[in-house]
């Protein structure tokens, strides 16, 4: 028996008594919620009461008072009415609300404000209109809003028509066909009337039979409008009947915890012993006050745990996919297409391609790919070339692939697949672009919601098998926008904007119902327990500031104003009212059962705050005592048999404290698995044994991890770090001489770092910048740039016959054509968007422009130096499947074992003396010259710098074995100066030697398996292979570390000596 | 040793509680008794009727001293109700400032401000009812802005030589502002917003804590030379 037992027994009687003596008599209960509704609803049905019907306050209203409104044209005023009337009034604000009259919160604030004011006597109005600028301004609005609004009915309106229909209605002859079957009426624990509801039940009162039962707390301060509310019916209903829970309940439990959701599981673990001891989950409930987070968490955490839940939604429709859906086209339509909001609408929303053919499906996270490759930003245009580029780009890239044999079957087969998808991707965003332009703009909500509703039905998939709340959310949607069309009245002519701005405001507001009330635990907030009785309650988050929240001054119409205009007694509700209802609403969840539950979490983590109990659970702690308890004395009364306090989930899992309450050690309850297995394994440490032996570990992934977090503590390269000996073997072997030909520069990366290497050649992993982020030319594609730039005025002047002897310069004319070119490579450079933003690229495309003018300057100095009388420029060696006439011969070195290493490349430039005997090779490089410095010693830098003996092996092979070939990277910018690395060019036959030592180690490291990671130096914060390798953020913090811990495996003795070479020498 | 301990300050003790009418700045060491202090002049001031709990303002550093102070405040008036030595009126004053101690400004500063900005938004030029952000979502809507702006300037040259101007007033004026091509790539990114102006506005009607304002944004935060 709860404490409303005694009320609802009064209730039983009372129906009998009204029934007279036939039980199929009507009657009607008008209850304080839709959810007391449900629940007596339920009980009357178990007891084998018949035709009793339980009602809101706002139902009889309208059952009542509906017909007469509707027979002279009014319509009811709904929450987009409102909103639309409150909008048309603030886009007209003037004085003190001009200046931030467009701003949503203002008409929320507005909305607010209006809604106090709609039970304001008209002189309390007058006299907020004389008063200072803000309320007289708001009253001015209000009463705008209310002309405006004349032709629908509120609630109040509603209440007052029915008042008046009953009045009428029981004059004229006492029958009434409403009334008549509604029978008697019991208004039973409803504590909030206005004034056309008084006035209701008045007139029911004086018509018919009717008694009023109200409840009370037995606090004064929250029953005082009770009181009041008891005074004005005096007269109409003698003194009403007062039902007071002036018992102590049986149980009353605190619970402090570490957090929301360890409060929250507790509450679970409660609740399951409680179930366990025979009490049915619908008969208990958590309550809470504040929606953010418990509105979410409780739910989320209860179904983790598997208990049915029940009661009111409060997730707003924004939150569920048909809203986000909707909100996602909406902000589309009014930005530029953007790539981030296309991709952020796709990735969290149930899309499906209007296009319903076959092939046309949305593939979300394959498209996010292509448009990153494809470097698109935003706008339509952009969107459809680009695409359209990369298609091309990929199908050409994987038929040239195919004709030279250079690539395999599959790999292929992904790039013609890729480019299908550009394709696919392409007609979406065309379809896309055309469907979110409102073709109606400015004429009509009708045709504004038509065109919502179009690109609902077009986009929205219904087959995503959403779950019931979710799929539910789609038809309140389409409920939303169906409204909408009634807007044109109020305000003709909507812009987009007006529309968007209704649709956001209209979403945000919640309803509908989650689970089946009777079956789950009911949760929700607190006012909405009042007048269910439960078993069990649990009232979570009760935290300072939130229990009971701080009330803040109507800035609108403060409460100064009010009490100027007449406060209370004029229709004016002050501050102290909404004290009393908090505190109402509190004490009346409470009320809904003798077994209560209070908690509060000590931090939230997310926001980073220390919370402090609320007063009112400090006063529940205080009767509990039966002494003043603080804040500060609570800490120290954690042995109290009514107090829980969670230290943590460890200390949680050593007491185990949930069976719970008052009986320390003795619970066995756990909220789910996961409790199980942390309390399993728990207890295995605490009995001696080793974490990683248990069962639980051994028989899942946790054994991987306890095994990788050994290896890599390991002074072994171990298969956790980079060793892939293991799967290395015959069968799948990665050994560089097995393929057609090699790069030096992947050598060179395995040299630099081998798991770096691991990662981009073998697993073909890479980093796919957001083109969003791209600022500036990039360093690759500003190189790239330049290289093609030279290669095409260089060939152009060879073709022409105009390369100019070593003595000779180059002069105005080619400088002419040098910038011709450059500026065509610069819009071919621009179409891509490779170049980024406008201003950053104008900076370099001004730098660019200037160093290939010093360019032909440095060039006339170079090629007298060396005695330069022709060249080549971009000379490919080795090159699949390409004829003599295309590309040299690749270059080759036989290594110890036999084997051989075959290359292909590019040189950029070979420059040859008028002798024909000797020969220079040029690798332009147009970053910074810092990273070469290594070679003025180390000519190959520890085998990092691989290029210069591969090429000149490849101009060897095509020059002729007489020729005597020299190498250089050659800076070509103003900023480095034009210098040659290493200063004196590098002979092939000085460095052949060291150049096939470093090859053979390194083939040699890749075939056993071993990639480890090195980081090198430390440099400018991080180390010198690491800065913009991209995986960077994949190696652990504390990489260096982790480095000189694995170099002591005797198998990388090899890599060592060739990477750390001054390290082995000290060593 | 017998006797009451009077302690050698017990005049300016004395004074802080009792001198109700007196501005006072009160300097002490580290657990010297500011708080109780504080306290005891708080329940003066509410004993007396001079003032009510929701008409005094307390404004601490941090939350947890608003916190310990609310709860030291909440224990003296409890006391003060039972305690037959005050008068009638006294206690039922101190029972009334029971039910105000959650309406009180015993609070942060930036609380304190936040409120007073509730009261009064429209002097301030922000709408009435505006939410302050959380630092996550300040720290995301700041994001958002500078990538917006970051894109409106840099794509359009006109801009771009106006924010250079702001950059180097010296040499910008002067100067081509292109010829330090290296400058505009190194500036870098502001770490907060710097100060109040013109809200900013979001279509869920919060205004960030603090405001957009180009000019005062950048000083200070540039990397140029």
Redesign the interface.
Same mark, same amino acid.
């Given at each position: 028996m709860g404490p409303l037992a005694g009320a609802r027994v009064r209730l039983r009687r009372l129906v009998d008594e009204l029934k007279s003596g036939d039980p199929l008599d009507p009657v009607t209960v008008v209850v304080p919620s839709t959810y007391a509704a449900l629940s007596l609803r339920q009980e009357t049905g178990r007891s084998g009461m018949a035709n009793v019907r339980f009602v809101v306050l706002a139902r009889l209203s309208e059952l009542l008072g509906a017909p007469t409104l509707s027979a002279d044209m009014r319509r009811p005023m709904t929450h987009l009415i409102e909103a639309s009337g409150v909008r048309t009034v603030a886009a007209a604000a003037e004085g003190?609300?001009a200046?931030?009259r467009d701003?949503?919160?203002?008409r929320?604030?507005l909305r607010?404000t209006f809604r106090q004011l709609r039970h304001a006597s008209p002189a309390a109005l007058d006299r907020l209109s004389d008063g200072p600028s803000?309320p007289a301004e708001t009253v001015r609005l209000y009463r705008r809003f209310r002309e405006v609004t004349g032709p629908y009915y509120d609630r109040e309106e509603l209440a007052q028509s029915a008042a008046v229909s009953v009045r009428a209605l029981g004059a004229e002859d006492g029958q009434t066909t409403g009334l008549d079957e509604m029978g008697p009426v019991i208004v039973y624990l409803v504590h909030d009337f206005s004034p056309g509801e008084r006035e209701l039940v008045e007139a029911l009162a004086n018509r018919s039979s009717c008694a009023l039962l109200l409840g009370l707390t037995g606090d004064a301060?929250a029953d005082r409008p009770l009181h009041a509310t008891a005074e004005r019916f005096l007269s109409t209903f003698g003194p009403p009947e007062m039902w007071a829970d002036d018992s102590r309940p049986t149980s009353s439990h605190l619970v402090v915890a570490p957090n929301g959701q360890q409060e929250v599981r507790w509450a679970i673990r409660h609740m399951l012993k409680a179930s366990q001891d025979g009490v049915p989950f619908h008969r208990m409930a958590v309550l809470y006050r504040k929606t953010e987070p418990y509105g979410v968490l409780i739910r989320e955490e209860m179904e983790l745990a598997g208990l049915p839940v029940a009661g009111p939604d409060t997730t707003p429709l924004s939150q569920r996919a048909a809203g986000r859906t909707l909100l996602g086209l909406l902000k589309l339509s009014t930005g530029e297409l953007s790539r981030d909001a296309v991709m952020a609408w796709l990735t969290s929303c149930p899309i499906r391609s209007p296009d319903r053919t076959r092939g046309a499906q949305v593939s979300p996270t394959e498209w996010d790919l292509i448009s990153r490759k494809a470097l698109i930003v935003r706008g339509r245009e952009q969107w459809l070339d680009r695409l359209d580029s990369h298609a091309a780009r990929v199908s050409k890239r994987a038929d040239a692939s195919t004709e030279l044999g250079d690539m395999s079957e599959s790999s292929a087969t992904r790039l013609h697949r890729e480019a299908r998808a550009s394709q696919a991707l392409k007609g979406f965003i065309s379809k896309l672009a055309d469907d979110i332009r409102p073709t109606h703009s400015g004429s009509s909500w009708a045709e504004f919601s038509q065109w919502a509703r179009g690109l609902m039905e077009g986009y929205f998939d219904h087959r995503a098998g959403l779950p019931p709340v979710e799929a539910d959310s789609e038809q309140r949607v389409t409920e939303m926008l169906l409204e909408l069309e009634g807007a044109d009245e109020l305000e003709p002519r909507p812009s987009l904007a007006v529309f968007v701005q209704a649709i956001?405001e209209s979403l945000e507001s919640a309803g509908g119902h989650l689970g089946q009330t009777g079956r789950g635990v009911f949760v929700g907030p607190l006012g909405s327990a009042v007048g269910l009785e439960f078993d069990l309650v649990h009232v979570a988050g009760m935290v300072?500031?939130a229990v009971?929240p701080?009330?803040?001054?109507d800035?609108?119409v403060?409460d100064r104003d009010r009490r100027r205009a007449g406060g209370q007694a004029q229709g004016l509700p002050l501050q102290q009212a909404h004290r009393a209802e908090e505190r109402y609403d509190y004490l009346a969840a409470l009320a809904t059962s003798r077994s209560r539950v209070l908690s509060y979490p000590v931090s939230d983590p997310?926001?980073?705050?220390?919370h402090?109990p609320s007063?009112w659970f400090?006063e529940e702690a205080s009767s509990l005592e039966g002494a003043?308890v603080?804040?500060?004395t609570l800490d120290g009364m954690s042995h109290r048999p009514w107090l829980s306090r969670i230290a943590s989930v460890e200390a949680f899992l050593e007491t185990n404290e949930t069976g719970g309450i008052g009986q320390t050690g003795a619970g066995e309850v756990l909220a789910d698995i996961h409790d199980y297995d942390l309390g399993s394994i728990w207890q295995w440490r605490g009995a001696g044994c080793r974490v990683s032996q248990h069962p639980l570990v051994l028989e899942t992934h946790l054994a991987g991890g306890f095994e990788l977090d050994a290896g890599r503590l390991s002074q072994r390269l171990t298969r956790w770090d980079g060793d892939v000996s293991a799967v290395a073997t015959d069968a799948h072997r990665i050994d560089p001489t097995d393929r057609t030909s090699d790069s030096p520069s992947r050598l060179e990366r395995w040299a630099r770092c081998p798991f770096s290497y691991l990662l981009g050649y073998e697993l073909k992993l890479g980093a796919l910048e957001r083109p969003?982020d791209i600022?500036?030319i990039s360093p690759a594609d500003k190189g790239l740039l330049i290289h093609r730039i030279l290669e095409l005025f260089i060939s152009e002047v060879l073709e022409q016959g105009e390369f100019p002897s070593a003595s000779q310069p180059w002069n105005d004319e080619h400088r002419t054509k040098l910038h011709r070119i450059a500026g065509a490579a610069f819009g071919e450079a621009e179409s891509t968007g490779t170049t980024?933003?406008?201003?950053?690229w104008?900076?370099?495309r001004?730098?660019i422009l200037s160093d290939l003018d010093s360019f032909l300057e440095a060039d006339n100095r170079q090629r007298e130096r060396f005695g330069t009388a022709t060249t080549f420029v971009e000379a490919r060696f080795g090159m699949p499947g390409s004829s003599a006439a295309q590309s040299w011969p690749g270059a080759s070195i036989e290594l110890p074992d036999g084997t051989s290493l075959r290359f292909h490349g590019l040189i950029d430039r070979v420059d040859v003396t008028s002798s024909g005997r000797d020969a220079l090779v040029i690798d332009y490089k147009t970053g910074s010259a810092a990273p070469y410095s290594g070679i003025a010693k180390d000519q190959i830098d520890r085998g990092r710098r691989l290029q210069l003996p591969v090429y000149s092996l490849a101009a060897r092979g095509a020059l002729g074995e007489e020729v005597g070939v020299h190498a250089a990277y050659w800076f070509v910018s103003e900023r480095e100066g034009f210098k040659l690395a290493p200063p004196e060019p590098v002979a092939l036959d000085d460095v052949l030697e060291q150049f096939e030592g470093a090859v053979t180690t390194i083939v040699s490291g890749i075939r056993e398996g071993l990639f480890p990671a090195n980081p090198g130096q430390p440099r400018q914060g991080s180390f010198e292979n690491c800065r913009y390798c991209d995986f960077d953020s994949l190696c652990p913090a504390y990489r260096d570390v982790a480095w000189r811990r694995k170099k002591a495996d005797p198998r990388l003795a090899r890599y060592r000596k060739l990477a750390d070479p001054v390290d082995e020498g000290q060593s | 040793v017998s006797g009451e301990f009077i302690s050698a300050d017990q005049a300016a003790r004395d004074r802080i509680r009792d001198s109700l009418d007196e501005t006072l700045f009160v300097e002490a060491g580290a657990g010297t008794g500011k708080t109780t202090s504080l306290v005891d002049r708080m329940m003066g001031l509410v004993s007396t009727g001079r003032a009510t709990l929701d008409r005094i303002a307390v404004i601490t550093f941090t939350?947890?001293a608003a916190?310990?102070l609310?709860? *030291?405040v *909440?224990?003296a008036l409890?006391?003060a109700v039972d305690d037959a030595g005050l008068g009638d009126g006294a206690r039922e004053r101190c029972r009334q400032g029971i039910?105000d101690?959650?309406?009180a400004s015993i609070q942060t500063l930036h609380s304190f401000a936040a409120d007073l900005l509730?009261? *009064?938004?429209?002097e301030a030029?922000?709408?009435?009812?505006?939410?302050v952000m959380?630092?996550?979502a300040a720290d995301l809507a700041f994001e958002d802005e500078w990538?917006r702006w970051?894109?409106t300037?840099?794509?359009?040259?006109a801009?771009?030589q106006s924010?250079a101007r702001s950059q180097w007033p010296s040499t910008a004026s002067t100067t081509d502002w292109?010829a330090s091509?290296?400058r505009?790539?190194r500036t870098r990114r502001p770490r907060r917003w710097t100060r109040w102006s013109a809200?900013h *506005?979001s279509?869920?009607?919060?205004?960030s804590t603090l405001a957009w304002e180009r000019t005062t944004l950048w000083s200070g935060t540039s990397t140029a030379s």
């Open positions: 003190p609300l200046s931030t701003h949503p919160q203002t929320r604030s607010n803000v301060e956001e300072e500031g009971p701080k009330s803040r001054d800035p609108l403060p997310i926001g980073g705050r220390t402090y007063r400090l003043p603080y804040t500060s969003e600022t500036t980024g933003k406008a201003v950053l104008e900076l370099e001004r730098e | 939350e947890s916190a310990e609310r709860d *030291r *909440r224990e409890e006391k039910g101690i959650d309406q509730q009261a *009064r938004p429209l030029g922000l709408p009435p009812g505006f939410q959380d630092r996550i990538k970051l894109d300037t840099l794509d359009d040259a801009s771009g924010f292109t091509p290296s505009l790539q809200p *506005r279509s869920t009607g919060c205004v």
